[in-house]
């Protein structure tokens, strides 16, 4: 007799947020390039036509999890900026919540973003320009706030709030850097008091 044709059962589904989930770990600890499909597709256990029709491709993956990961944080720290606290205070619990967050014991060490696709191969070159305009963007967000505190009388009128947003941005990649080499948040924090020397305003 025959043996009965075994039919192939169907793929597994996957919850779309825990994908994300996973993926915006994986991408943080091993960065994109370090990050393989293959990586991907076990970490969620799936296969890769799973994850292409339900992402689109690992680049497409990568912005995902970005927005997945941004989201999480943006709202606390939009509303710390946004807040009627004078501006340097506000800053400095802006900078304390990054700190923080860079050196949660259960989760990768630094930044997805402040220190992502840095270096990278020509073919991803796409890849890194998103991520630089995601940092270009966090760095317009303390801008906005700087000239809100010129408005106030907070900063003097004469302040380049452009450079000073790129000073204190310079200081949240430096800090995702010094995570990654094992420094604890005690030590962030304490250059963010110093960094916080440097504010040329009303505090």
């Not at 943006?74 to 004078?86: F, H």
Request: net charge neutral; proline share 5%; with cysteine.
């Amino acid at each position: 007799m025959d043996k009965p044709v075994r039919k192939r059962g169907r793929p597994r589904l996957l919850d779309r947020e825990v994908g994300l989930e996973i993926a915006a770990r994986l991408f943080w600890e091993h960065g994109y390039e370090g990050t393989s499909t293959a990586d991907l597709t076990k970490a969620m256990g799936i296969n890769p036509p799973t994850l292409y029709s339900t992402f689109g491709s690992k680049e497409e993956l990568y912005r995902q999890a970005l927005d997945f990961s941004i989201a999480r944080e943006s709202g606390r720290r939009a509303q710390i900026l946004q807040s009627d606290l004078p501006a340097c205070e506000a800053l400095r619990l802006y900078l304390y919540d990054i700190a923080d967050s860079q050196t949660q014991p259960d989760k990768p060490r630094g930044c997805m973003i402040s220190t992502a696709v840095l270096q990278h191969a020509e073919e991803n070159a796409s890849v890194a320009r998103m991520t630089a305009a995601l940092r270009e963007t966090s760095t317009q967000t303390l801008k906005a706030r700087f000239d809100r505190a010129v408005e106030q009388g907070e900063l003097p009128p004469q302040t380049d709030t452009d450079t000073l947003a790129r000073f204190y941005a310079a200081l949240i990649q430096g800090m995702s850097a010094q995570a990654c080499d094992g420094a604890c948040n005690a030590l962030l924090r304490r250059l963010i008091d110093t960094a916080l020397m440097a504010w040329p305003g009303r505090r």
